[in-house]
């Protein structure tokens, strides 16, 4: 693995455990009357398009991350929406 792609899975890797908390809180809890519905569905699009381009230049790194973040976005939003 080259360094520029370790870096990239790192930051990738970091970026989307950060949402791992958040996830694992609200589906404990079973309340998200907190979260922003309007800031993930942007985000979610943000990260969708993320992962486009990832497969639009071949760019392991951004896919695995955004996709995994995707996800965890996607269940916060899912969560939002059951929760009420």
Do not use: E, H
């Not at 609200?26 to 922003?36: H, Q």
């Not at 790194?61 to 009420?84: E, S």
Request: no cysteine; net charge positive.
């Amino acid at each position: 693995m080259q360094a520029a792609d370790l870096l990239g899975t790192s930051a990738g890797t970091l970026t989307t455990l950060a949402f791992l908390p958040q996830v694992l809180k609200t589906w404990k809890s079973k309340s998200a009357k907190d979260i922003s519905s309007v800031m993930f569905l942007l985000f979610s699009l943000g990260v969708l398009l993320w992962l486009v381009y990832g497969f639009a230049i071949g760019a392991l790194p951004i896919i695995l991350a955004n996709t995994v973040t995707l996800v965890l976005a996607l269940a916060i939003i899912v969560m939002k929406i059951r929760y009420k």
